[in-house]
């Protein structure tokens, strides 16, 4: 079993920045691949980055060159940097765990962290 706690959301103003983390507890967390999703009002939760074990990353074409996700396995934790916010980027974000290979599949996930929410008012 997994427990996911995301903490780092927050007000931000366009163009700004932002740095969400997730703490996992459990001793398998390494093995894990690590996802970021977000959900906005009215819409289907979707893809935003993901980290393999071993540093592959993948980043959804839409937030990519602005977010990077990121890992430290030492202190189980995952985070997103994201930088020149937009508004479109208004949502509750949510981290994922699976212990196979990245997916942007939300389906695929077993566990889930209960979101922070991240508002970018222009």
């Known amino acids: 079993q997994v427990q996911l706690v995301e903490s780092g959301g927050g007000l931000v103003q366009v163009g700004g920045s932002l740095r969400l983390s997730c703490t996992a507890s459990g001793r398998t967390f390494s093995s894990y691949t690590m996802g970021w999703f977000r959900q906005a009002p009215g819409k289907e939760r979707e893809f935003v980055a993901a980290s393999r074990w071993n540093g592959i990353r993948y980043h959804a074409d839409s937030v990519k060159g602005r977010f990077t996700i990121s890992r430290d396995n030492t202190k189980n934790t995952v985070y997103l940097q994201m930088n020149s916010l937009k508004p479109e980027d208004t949502a509750v974000y949510y981290c994922?765990?699976?212990?196979?290979?990245?997916?942007?599949?939300?389906?695929?996930?077993?566990?889930w962290g209960q979101g922070t929410q991240v508002t970018v008012s222009s």
């Open positions: 994922a765990a699976r212990a196979s290979r990245i997916s942007d599949l939300t389906r695929l996930y077993d566990y």
